[in-house]
């Protein structure tokens, strides 16, 4: 009976161990920008993204998207497409009704397309 009591309770240490490990690397190795926390997001990024550069036809509503080329898209994009370089250059290829705000101080540049 006391040989029983024994390892249940080293199965139990044991357990406790690896769940304690287990939390601590997942901890160490959480990446903010992940897909799981995109998804997650509140629409706070749409607030927070930025364009330079955007494109707009003359349509009613107009279509825009963002021609900014850098390291990163913009923190809104869903369709980033980087290319293989170092450093990446990256650009959104995401449409949208409206263009966002600027980046920089500069005035923003919209340019209109047939």
Known sequence: MELMNKKAIMKLALMLFLLGFTANVVNARFDSTSFITQVLSNGDDAKSACCDTCLCTKSNPPTCRCVDVGETCHSACNS???????????????????????????EKEVLVNN
């Open 80 to 106: 980033c497409i980087c290319a293989l370089s170092y450093p990446p250059q990256c650009q959104c290829f995401d449409t949208q009704k409206f263009c966002y705000k600027a980046c920089h101080n500069s």
